[in-house]
């Protein structure tokens, strides 16, 4: 199916990609948010997944700087994501939750900050939570320095997806940032697109909360909490192994490669709390003895090791598998 343009004629110097759901009661917010903005050169593209609800768009769909597309069928939130991001043709490009609205400088100062330092591939916020009664800032830092530099830091952060709501810098190839999915429902993409952002160039970290993010009880992120602990654990060795990978890929030295492994590796099995969530702690104490732990820390080291050897070309079958999350091996069975 050939798909149309999502820009306009005179292309502006940054795409809003909205992926949308059944997005009642919060795209209005969301847009009003947006055309408040004092940054003005933007175009913002809408894909409502699977076509549903289409007369919930009716409203946005004569303002001048919006276009809506239907998709046919379901994607899920990671390919809806991932559809907006293969059309960019601007300069700068940002994915926005349909539940979350920005304070009007928002867009102008992490473009500013990108336009201002060309070694940044991305910029981001701090976050002010809504809609909970512990309501507070979820903060990050920025990941600068060289390849291997950004990589280690970022292997060393703990987050909570912050810059996936970050301005980002379009790079030549779109396939090089489109969100990673997995077959655990997706669970963590959003933080393991943080790597990906990472090889891109430095990550820019802007400590005002101009980002405003709602809790509520249709967020995607709500149902991860109720996961089984099996499920849950292997998600997050997935999500470790897809990390490593991408990471190893982006570079040719071996010893680097294995530092990359046995990073993963820490992220994975280490109790610091600043490394790896309670939640995931708490699911592996469950199912998993000690011993058992220490033979799947080695195995994920087979198996990252494997999946690289065997590569041919840029990427062959099994490491495009284990980067999309599909493979069963020692480490994720």
Known sequence: MKFPAIWPWKRPRLTICIPAYRPNGFLERVLASVQEQSFRDFRVVISNDGGFERETFEPFRRMANVRIYHQRGRLGW???????????????????????????????????????????????????????????????KSVSGDLEARVRQVFGMSYAGVSFRAVNRTPPNLGDLTVPGNRF???????????????????????????????????????????????????????????????????????????????????????????RPLAVGTAFDAIWSQSELDLRQEGMKKMLRRSLMQRKGSCNAQEHLALNGDIRGEAGS
């Open 185 to 275: 429902d997706n669970m963590f993409a959003d933080s393991t697109w943080i790597m990906r952002q990472a090889i891109q160039g430095e990550m820019l970290y802007l400590d005002r909360p101009l980002y405003r993010k709602l809790y509520h009880g249709g967020n995607t992120h709500t149902s991860w909490l109720e996961t089984p602990a099996k499920t849950l654990a292997s998600a997050w060795m997935r999500y470790c192994q897809q990390m490593a990978l991408y990471a190893a890929r982006s570079v040719a030295d071996e010893y680097q490669r294995e530092a990359i492994f046995d990073l993963a590796c820490e992220r994975v099995f280490s109790r610091n709390s600043e490394l």
């Open 78 to 140: 990671v390919e809806n994501a991932n559809w907006l991001i293969r059309r960019v043709r601007t300069p700068y490009f940002a994915i926005l939750p349909q539940d979350d609205t920005i304070e009007p400088d928002y867009y102008a100062a992490l473009v500013d900050l990108l336009e201002k330092t060309p070694a940044a591939g991305s910029a981001c916020t701090a976050i002010q939570t809504v809609g909970r009664p512990d309501e507070h800032i979820i903060r990050s």
